[in-house]
């Protein structure tokens, strides 16, 4: 479970009830083939464990500095980002088939919405509130967070006015992988092979936050907050 029953930190309403269920229910893969969000912040590792079961995603990152922390700020961590990337062929070919797309906004704009849309082949549920995408929020645990989720079957209007809104976020949304990196994960799929890497750490740095990640040979080993 991502979260505990004991006490709700973490308030849902699904469709104007109070939902008691567990994320992987709201959030079910195998109900739902694609899985859209706009999130503030998010963390690479967390992101990846939550969206490899889905067949598209397309995640757009609340800013340029938000989503330069992955990688784009620092030549070092762009390198780490990549080898640990490449320790997983089907989330090297996802990415590269856009299959897992990430985005942020353009220089100058800044969005702090927080919005998670989900489609099956009849019907779309989207979830909006205060909750990141990111561990912390979902967890359950000390930090209170709103969700509200909202089927079409059950409000059509609403669902269909957040689509449209996904839809004019990413018109101004950028990619977030450089050419140079794609090709750097291209040729990490053609030939097969994994950076080999004793152990290594990345600390990135999220609205105020700090997420020690620690690898063995392209492994995640530990995560420490």
Request: aromatic share 14%; net charge positive; proline share 4%.
């Amino acid at each position: 479970m991502l979260f505990s029953q004991k006490k709700n930190f973490l308030h849902i309403i699904l469709n104007d009830k109070p939902f008691t269920g567990t994320l992987e229910e709201l959030f079910n893969p195998q109900k739902f083939e694609k899985f859209y969000l706009i999130t503030y912040v998010s963390s690479p590792s967390f992101f990846f464990q939550k969206v490899i079961p889905f067949k598209k995603v397309i995640a757009i990152l609340g800013e340029e500095e938000v989503a330069g922390e992955f990688y784009a700020l620092n030549p070092f961590i762009e390198e780490i980002f990549l080898k640990v990337l490449g320790g997983d062929k089907e989330l090297l070919e996802k990415v590269l088939k856009k299959h897992i797309e990430i985005r942020y906004l353009k220089p100058g704009e800044k969005i702090h919405s927080k919005i998670y849309l989900l489609f099956s082949t009849n019907e779309v549920r989207v979830a909006i509130g205060s909750a990141n995408f990111s561990q912390t929020a979902f967890s359950n645990k000390n930090q209170y967070e709103e969700l509200l989720v909202y089927d079409s079957s059950y409000k059509p209007d609403l669902c269909e006015l957040y689509l449209k809104r996904f839809e004019e976020i990413y018109k101004n949304s950028l990619e977030f992988f450089t050419s140079k990196s794609k090709r750097k994960l291209e040729e990490l799929l053609k030939t097969e092979k994994t950076a080999k890497i004793d152990k290594f750490y990345i600390e990135p740095k999220f609205d105020g936050a700090s997420l020690n990640l620690i690898y063995n040979n392209g492994k995640l080993e530990k995560a420490i907050t």
